[in-house]
C-alpha cells in the first residue's frame, strides 16, 4: 500500500518564515477558529488532486470527438500519470465520479489497486447546482457511493463537487451522509478550515456565512486547475487558446515559494484532470515540479484525506463560531 504523506528529510526551520500571513485577524467572519499556532504543521503540504472525469465531463456535449478526449483521459493519460507518480512515489487523490468507474473499471482498478486516495466526485458529473431538486441530488450522491464502495468496499469520506458548484442542499447531504472532508472551495487559499453551510447573499444586507459545519475544508483554486488553463474552450470567433505549459508550472512554483516563506503548515493543493494533465508537453513539466517538490526540506506531498484527519484530531479538535 502506498504511504499517505511522503516526508522530506529535514524539517522546517521556522525562522524561515519572513512575513507570516496575516492569521487570524484578517478573518472578520470566524472562518478559521484559534490561534495561528493551531495550524502549524511543520512542513508545507502539496496535495496533488486528479479529477477523473473521462466522459462523464462531456456527457452533454453531442459531439463525438469531445467524447474520444474523455476517453483518452481514462485509456491513456490516466495509465500515464499513475505510472509517474509511481516511480516517483508520490500520492495523490483521485476523485472518481460513478461514471468513470463504471464506464473504465480496469483504469478505476488500477487506481485502487495502486494505493491512491479514491473521493466522492458524483456519479453522473452534473453539477450540483444544476439539479432540480434535493431528491434527485441524494440519487446521484449515492450511486456514486454505491460505485466507490463497489470498487474500493469502503465508502468515501471526501467529497468534490463537480464544476464547484454547490447547490442549498449539499452541505446539508454531505452531513446527512456522513462525508468526513470536502474540496470544492476556497475561503483560504492555503489552510485548511471548517465548512459553512447555508450562507445568505442579500444586496441590502451583510454577507452571513449561515451554519458552521464539522466538515473540513481543504482549499482548491481555480487558478491552480489545469484544465481552465489547457483545454480550449469553445466561445465564439475566438477559442482561449492553450497556455504555455512552462508558465503554468513557473506560476505554481512562484506560489508555492510564498506559502513556504510565509504560512508556516501551508497547503498547495493542484486540481488536474487526467485529459489535461497526461497530455505529453504538461506532463513533462509535471514530472519537472513533482521531482523539485520532492528537494525541498520543508515541503511533504499528503492526500487530501491525510491533511483533513490532521486538521480535525490534531491541529484544531474542536469548532466552536467564533463571532
Ligand atoms: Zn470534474
Redesign the pocket.
Known sequence: MRPSVIRNRVPRDACSLHHPDPFPSSDPLGYFVGDESQYAMDETSVCVTY?F?AVA?WLAADMPAYHTWGAYGAETAAPRLLNLHDRLDVPATW?V?GHTIDSFPETCGEVCDRGYEIAH?GYS?ESPASMRSREEERRDFERGIDAIYDLTGEKPEGY?A??GGFSEETVELLEELGFEWDSSQGVHDCRPYYLWANPTVDPDQPYDPGRATDIVEIPVLWHRDDWLQLFPVVTGPEWVAYAHEPAIFDRWRRELEWIRSHVEGGVFTLLL?PQCAGRIPFVDELERFLVDVREMDDVRFAEAGTIATEFREEKHPRHTRRR
Open positions: 479529477d472525469d465531463a476523485f465520479p466526485h458529473h468534490r463537480p464544476d484532470h
